[in-house]
């Protein structure tokens, strides 16, 4: 199982952004989006920094992705492609490139980020650690 670290680097009221360092593999920067810590809550908050299994997703809305288990008191916490904080609702965005979109803070080329990490894990589980900084 591969170990995979967030290292979160800004926080704002708006966003929180980070890299995504997958251990063992050569790869390009890998940027994050989340939400702001908001204490936690559901679909408006980031997700506490600590260590998560993530497992592949197949929904409907978000197919060919990863959920991250066991976070305390929040379900279906996802990495998945998009852009800005109005793409997730507590869920981990991740991009290829990392800069502004209308104004906004973003992560880009975000498709391509996953296609990456679908290349990397396949089907398989991997283990997420997620540092604050």
Not at 17 to 22: D, H, V
Not at 36 to 58: D, F, L, M, T
Request: aromatic content about 8%.
């Amino acid at each position: 199982m591969k170990l995979v670290t967030l290292q979160r680097s800004f926080a704002s009221d708006k966003v929180t952004m980070g890299a995504l360092q997958i251990l063992g593999v050569d790869h390009p920067p890998i940027f994050t989006l989340e939400n702001p810590w908001k204490g936690n809550q559901r679909n408006v908050s980031c997700i506490p920094a600590g260590v998560y299994e993530c497992v592949k997703h197949y929904g409907k809305k978000y197919h060919d992705v990863w959920r991250l288990e066991n976070v305390e008191n929040r379900s279906y916490i996802l990495i998945h492609a998009g852009n800005t904080a109005k793409h997730t609702e507590g869920c981990i965005l991740v991009g290829l490139a990392a800069g502004e979109l209308n104004g906004d803070p973003a992560v880009l080329k975000s498709r391509p980020a996953v296609a990456l990490l679908q290349e990397i894990f396949g089907d398989e589980p991997f283990t997420l650690e997620i540092k604050d900084r």
